[in-house]
């Protein structure tokens, strides 16, 4: 691209909070055939809050003690919607031994001196932990959308907690922009699979990726860079940061962490996903001007 095409194309982004790192991150805005959208913090606000709590055979009380306990040493995000509602109910504290955080599936720690496994279905399957009547329960949660948390206290499942994190507002419109420019949209997550369905059907995405540990991120990227497609991904966090660098266009979303907006090609300052179909409409619009 001609210098002057370029210093437009920059000066048009960064007015509207859309920073575009180099001349390269333009052009290959231009490029892009499929935009990959990580679900958490991207297409939903990243705001999780706690929805249902369905126990059996345990007060309230004593459940979320048990649960709290363990979350308040996790930095996950749904972690911190589960104390967060610990919290507002009043709930007594309690302290955690050998806190074990489990990248992808949940986290697990000893409250005097009961074992409690907190997660996806994925970690209570490996620790031998039978759902029983709990496997429908979290089935309906999933099919609304929600996140279904598992926690089982010394090997028997005793509740599933739903978790509910909206999608952003303008989502839905930032998908369909992105349509109509002729690019496909992917949703990656770590999340189950029927929840991420749920809400990418909400959304109009019609490609998920669900259930993806936070290693495996960079690996579906280069299995859509097959035959040479050129792949944006749209990520927040952490996680994140290896899928970013792997794609040809890697886009931070400007509220999430440091590790992903300095891994990234782009940054969207106002952390709206409409700024993504914006970003490849600029790179567009430069390229024509330089012919
Ligand atoms: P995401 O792509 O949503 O950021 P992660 O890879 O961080 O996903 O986590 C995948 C799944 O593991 C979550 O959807 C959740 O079911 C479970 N999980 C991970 N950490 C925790 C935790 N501290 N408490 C409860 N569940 C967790
Ligand atoms: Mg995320």
């Known amino acids: 691209a001609t210098p002057t095409a370029i210093m437009v194309g920059t000066g048009m982004g960064a007015k509207r909070g859309v920073l575009f790192k180099n001349a390269m991150a333009l052009e290959t ?20 809050e706690v929805t249902d709590v369905i126990i059996d055979g345990m007060p309230q009380d004593e459940l979320l003690r048990l649960v709290a306990a363990v979350e308040r040493e996790s930095e996950h995000p749904l972690a911190e919607a ?3 509602h610990a919290d507002a109910l009043g709930v007594a504290a309690a302290s955690a031994e050998r806190f074990e955080n489990v990248p992808g599936h949940g986290a697990i720690a000893h409250v005097d001196g009961r074992r409690v ?19 429908a329960r979290r089935d309906e949660l999933a099919a609304t959308g929600r996140t279904a948390v598992l926690v089982s206290v010394d090997g028997v499942t005793a509740a599933v907690i739903g978790i ?40 109009g995405i019609d490609t998920v990726i669900a259930e993806v540990l936070p ?19 749209v990520g927040d966090g952490v996680n994140d940061a ?10 931070a979303i400007g509220a999430g962490t440091d590790v992903a907006i300095e891994t990234a090609d782009v940054v969207l300052m106002r952390s709206d996903p409409l700024d993504v179909p914006i970003a490849l409409r600029i790179g567009r619009g430069t390229l024509r001007k330089m012919r």
């Not at 997660?119 to 709990?134: A, P, Q, S, W, Y």
């Not at 002729?182 to 959304?203: F, H, K, P």
């Not at 290693?215 to 991904?233: C, F, H, P, S």
């Open 29 to 48: 805005s231009a490029r892009i055939q499929v935009v990959v959208m990580d679900k958490t913090g991207t297409l939903t606000k990243g705001e999780p």
């Open 82 to 84: 589960v104390v967060r």
């Open 117 to 135: 496994v907190i997660g996806n279905r994925r970690l209570l399957e490996r620790e031998n932990v039978d759902l029983g009547t709990f496997a």
């Open 164 to 203: 509910a994190d909206a999608p952003r507002d303008t989502s839905v419109a930032a998908v369909a922009a992105l349509h109509d420019l002729g690019v496909e949209v992917v949703m990656l997550t770590g999340d189950n699979q029927a929840t991420a369905a749920r809400i990418a059907a909400q959304l």
């Open 215 to 233: 290693g495996d991120k960079a690996t579906k990227i280069a299995e859509l860079q097959n035959n040479g497609r050129k792949v944006a991904m």
């Open 242 to 251: 290896p899928a970013l660098a792997q794609a040809d266009l890697g886009i």
